[in-house]
């Protein structure tokens, strides 16, 4: 091979590699560019699924009886809520009758604590309440609920003590 031939040659082989490179450049773009669409959509989705999520999840659950017979689905709803407070801060308690918890659906230890009224029973559950069998800690000891919640709750368990 003549230095001007190898040359040739070089030279070609050179630019063959320049243009794989400038190919591989643009197919690398193009890939990326598509992974990245499919990320800022999953991102733009959530934040507009943050963005117009209700401002307050409305609970309904009222102690008129006359209300709770209007408004049967919008109570079925209030029942869940409370059901769903119940099992998550109240039931380590209540479920099993806990150091001196009344046990949910024990009529005979939720007898006398009904008579009180559903007034004593909220503010006993959302502000605490040293009795004679134990101690009941505010809102279950969990400050994060809402009073709205706790009240449900104790509605709940109301409702299952009758
Ligand atoms: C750490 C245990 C514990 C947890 C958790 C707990 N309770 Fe209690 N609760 C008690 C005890 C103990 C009593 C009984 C006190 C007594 O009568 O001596 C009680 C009593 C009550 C009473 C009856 C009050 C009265 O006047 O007789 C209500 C209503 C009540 N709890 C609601 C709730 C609700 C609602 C939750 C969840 C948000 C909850 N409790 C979580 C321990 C607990």
Redesign the pocket.
């Known amino acids: 091979m003549s230095d001007r031939e190898f040359l040739k040659f070089f030279s070609g082989l050179i630019g063959a590699l320049a243009a794989l490179t400038v190919i591989l450049i643009i197919v690398a773009n193009v890939i990326g560019d598509k992974a990245k669409k499919a990320e800022v959509a999953t991102a733009d989705a959530k934040a507009v699924a943050e963005r117009i999520k209700p401002v307050g999840e409305l609970t309904v659950a009222s102690a008129n009886p006359v209300m709770n017979a209007l408004i049967p689905a919008a109570n079925a709803a209030g029942a869940d809520a409370g059901k769903k407070?119940?099992d998550t801060?109240?039931a380590?308690?209540?479920g099993a009758g806990?150091?001196?918890?009344?046990k949910l659906g024990d009529k005979a230890d939720w007898g006398a604590?009904l008579a009180?009224g559903n007034d004593?029973?909220y503010t006993?559950?959302i502000k605490g309440?040293q009795?004679?069998?134990?101690?009941?800690?505010a809102?279950?000891?969990?400050a994060a609920?809402k009073d709205d919640d706790?009240k449900a709750?104790?509605d709940f368990?109301v409702s299952k003590a009758k």
């Open positions: 407070t119940y801060a109240c380590a308690c209540h806990v150091a001196g918890a009344p604590r009180q004593t029973l006993h559950a309440f009795g004679k069998k134990g101690f009941m800690p809102k279950g000891g969990n609920l706790v709750a104790v368990m």
